[in-house]
């Protein structure tokens, strides 16, 4: 098993890759706005960094958000791009459980609230459980200010930038800040070996509500960015 993770959903552009035991590489770029630019040179320098080739990788997953539009789009169009090229199976993990794998992972237990910036002074936020065997979400995913969220959300242990941009109403950040390529592969790769087998012992892909998302990108709102609406003037002279 060789396991490509994809996400870019927040400022992170992060790519890793995980061979079945643990993760053998992890690059990652911090920048909101160049994902396209980043994205394919991460892919390479994983693939070189754990001394392997494209043909080398089993399976693809992919952040499926919720994230900024462009950024988001970009990572699960080139995560599925990459499996087509080479016949391999794609799936996709909301990108919010990721954060709160990697807190679970560092050895954080209890509630957590993942508040991630969604821009327009919002936070993509979901709310966790943090329990000896996993990361478990209780809500969530939404889009709201941080402001406006319950009073007992407000008060949880928060992941994610958004507890830092709005320390005023989310006071206890604990980190991570970025979704994590390595903490993507890792909870892909457990997720995938629980999965069931065929009596031939093939593993079969897991399909939503099994462990995995779908591939739908969480936007949880319209673009910026909207076709302008028809014109009523005649082009006629």
């Known amino acids: 098993m060789l396991l490509l993770a994809i996400d870019t959903s927040t400022t992170a552009i992060t790519t890793a890759l995980h061979d079945g035991s643990s993760v053998v590489a992890e690059v990652t770029t911090l920048d909101a706005r160049a994902h396209a ?3 394919a040179p991460g892919v390479r320098a994983a693939l ?3 001394g392997a080739s494209a043909t080398d990788v089993t399976d693809v997953v992919v952040g499926i958000g919720p ?3 462009t950024g988001l789009r970009v990572g699960i169009v080139t995560g599925r791009t990459f499996a087509f090229a080479l016949g391999l199976p794609v799936r996709g993990l909301t990108s919010l459980d990721a954060l709160a794998h990697e807190a679970w992972l560092s050895g954080r237990r209890g509630d957590l609230l993942v508040a991630t910036d969604a821009r327009r002074k919002e936070v993509y936020a979901a709310t966790y459980v943090l329990e000896d065997s996993a990361a478990t979400r ?3 995913p939404l889009v709201s200010r941080a402001a406006d969220l319950e009073p007992e959300i407000q008060r949880l242990p928060a992941a994610g ?3 830092l941009l709005y320390a005023d109403s989310l ?3 604990v980190g991570p800040l970025d979704v994590s390529g ?3 592969a890792d909870l892909a790769a457990r997720r995938l070996a629980v999965a069931p087998a065929h009596p031939d012992g093939i593993r079969q892909q897991v399909e939503p ?3 995995f998302d779908g591939l739908e990108p969480l936007y949880l709102r319209r673009p910026d960015a909207a076709p302008a609406p028809p014109s009523t003037k005649s082009t006629l002279g």
Request: charged share 10%; aromatic share 4%.
């Open 37 to 39: 630019e980043h994205l």
């Open 48 to 50: 070189a960094q754990a």
């Open 67 to 69: 994230g900024p539009f």
């Open 138 to 140: 209780v809500a969530g």
């Open 161 to 163: 930038r958004g507890a």
């Open 171 to 173: 006071p206890l950040a």
């Open 182 to 184: 390595g903490a993507l």
């Open 209 to 211: 509500g099994g462990g």
